[in-house]
C-alpha cells in the first residue's frame, strides 16, 4: 500500500479517459491485485450516521479494529474517505481500490494510494472533517432506549447478526433449555453504546434464535449511558449487560459477567436451580 500525494493536474478529457480505461480494467485488476496486508478486513458498523454540508446522507461505514481505521462509502463524498484516528488523519482513495468481499467485508487493494485530506476533530462524540471544501461530521446515532426486540438490535448495527452468526452454542446446554417444564422469560438490560454488550450480546441473539418454540422468551431493554432509568433503578441495575432470569414472574437469578462468554450454559444453570 503507498502513501502518496499527487500533484500533477490532469485535464478534464485525461480524467475521463482514465476513469473509463480504470472501469474497462476493473475485474482484471481486481483479479491481479492482491488486497492490503494492512487495511483489510473492514467490516460494516452502525454506530455512526454520515452528514455532509450540514445534512443527513446514505453512506456505508465500516471499521477495522485491527489498523484502526474507519472506510465511509458515500455517493455524497467525490471518494471512499479513510480516517486513521491515531494520526487523527483524513485519507480518500480511488473507488475502484476498494474491493468488497463475499463475506461482506471490505479490502483495500495492495496499489491503492492514499490521498491526504488533513485532520479530523472530535467534538463531543462526534467527529468533523473536510474533504474536498466539504464539510463533514460522523454523528454518533442515539442509543437504543427502552424495550427491543431481537430485530431491532440486529437493525440498529449489523455487529449483532454478525456475531449471532459467528456464534455456535453448546447444544447440549440448548436441549436442556428447550425441556424447560415452566416459561422462562429472560429481561436483558444493555447499552447499545457499550463496548462488552456489543461483544456478548449477540451470543444470547444466537441462543434466543435456537430457543425458538421454546418456553424460553427473551427480551431486551437498552439504557443511555448513565444507566439512570426507572426500571433499571428498581430492579437494582448497576451495570451492562445484566440478564435477569424469572420463572413464574419470580427472579431466579442473573446472566453477568463472564457468564456472557457462554450465556446459554448460564441460563440453564440458573433455569436447573430455579
Known amino acids: 500500500m503507498t502513501h ?3 500533484s500533477t493536474p490532469r485535464r478534464p478529457a485525461a480524467l475521463l479517459l482514465t476513469f473509463l480505461v480504470s ?5 482484471a485488476v481486481a483479479a491481479q491485485v492482491p488486497s492490503d496486508a494492512v487495511l483489510r478486513g473492514f467490516e460494516p458498523i452502525g454506530d455512526y450516521a454520515l452528514w455532509v454540508g450540514g445534512k443527513p446522507v446514505n453512506a ?3 471499521q477495522a479494529e485491527s489498523v484502526p481505521a474507519i472506510l465511509i462509502l458515500s455517493s455524497s463524498l467525490p471518494s471512499p474517505v479513510m480516517l486513521l484516528p491515531r ?3 483524513v485519507e480518500t482513495v480511488h473507488i475502484m481500490k476498494v474491493a468488497k468481499q463475499k463475506d461482506g467485508t471490505i479490502d483495500l487493494l495492495a496499489d491503492a494510494v492514499l490521498e491526504p485530506q488533513g485532520q479530523f476533530k472530535a467534538v463531543g462524540e462526534d467527529v468533523v472533517f473536510t474533504v474536498d471544501g466539504r464539510q463533514v461530521q460522523l ?3 442515539p442509543p437504543l432506549l427502552g424495550a427491543k426486540n431481537a430485530a431491532a438490535l440486529r437493525a440498529y448495527s449489523p455487529s ?6 459467528a456464534y455456535r452454542p453448546n447444544g447440549q446446554q440448548i436441549a436442556a433449555l428447550k425441556k424447560a417444564a415452566k416459561p422462562v422469560k429472560v429481561r436483558v438490560f444493555f447499552g447499545s453504546w457499550c463496548p462488552f454488550c456489543k461483544q ?3 451470543y444470547l441473539l444466537k441462543v434466543e434464535e435456537q430457543l425458538k418454540g421454546s418456553k424460553v422468551q427473551i427480551e431486551y431493554f437498552g439504557l443511555p449511558r448513565d444507566l439512570k432509568h426507572p426500571e433499571a433503578q428498581r430492579l437494582n441495575v448497576r451495570g451492562v449487560p445484566v440478564g435477569i432470569v424469572y420463572i413464574g414472574g419470580r ?3 442473573r446472566i453477568s459477567g463472564d457468564g456472557w462468554k457462554t450465556p446459554e450454559a448460564a441460563l440453564a444453570k440458573i433455569v436447573a436451580r430455579g
Open 200 to 202: 456478548y450480546l449477540p
Open 139 to 141: 454523528k454518533t446515532k
Open 160 to 165: 449483532y447478526g454478525r456475531g449471532a452468526q
Open 60 to 62: 456505508e461505514i465500516y
Open 251 to 253: 427472579e431466579v437469578g
Open 4 to 6: 502518496r500525494t499527487s
Open 23 to 27: 472501469l474497462c480494467g476493473a475485474g
Open 87 to 89: 494520526q487523527q488523519s
